[in-house]
């Protein structure tokens, strides 16, 4: 089994900035993608933020392009999300999602981390 740890969320002011980490353990071959959900207070639907795929695609959310970046450790399985230019419309909890290669035969293994929430204040 795959164990993700989330980290960096909290309270920033309208124009901050915010580091999320999301760090994969367990028994792990390779990443197949790695990336970033959020779920907006009294909002049930999970939106894609960014995410970052084996071959290094990446695609983002247009509500965050040009303001927030995706990368990735792969010596570490961590990956993160550096967000600038905070809006309160970004406040949400941030979800980790990713998939992983976990044995040689292809089993794969995907879910989301517990999220860490981040809350930007106008």
């Known amino acids: 089994q795959v164990q993700l740890a989330e980290s960096g969320g909290g309270l920033v002011q309208a124009g901050g900035s915010l580091r999320l980490s999301c760090a994969a353990s367990g028994t792990i071959v390779s990443m197949n993608y790695m990336g970033w959900d959020r779920q907006a207070p009294g909002n049930q639907r999970r939106e894609l933020v960014a995410t970052m795929s084996r071959d290094g695609s990446i695609k983002y959310a247009d509500s965050v392009k040009g303001r927030f970046t995706i990368s990735r450790d792969d010596a570490k399985n961590t990956v993160y999300l550096q967000m600038n230019s905070l809006k309160p419309e970004d406040t949400a909890v941030y979800l980790c999602?990713?998939?992983?290669?976990?044995?040689?035969?292809?089993?794969?293994?995907?879910?989301w981390g517990q999220g860490t929430q981040v809350t930007v204040s106008s």
């Open positions: 999602n990713s998939e992983f290669l976990i044995d040689t035969i292809g089993s794969t293994w995907s879910g």
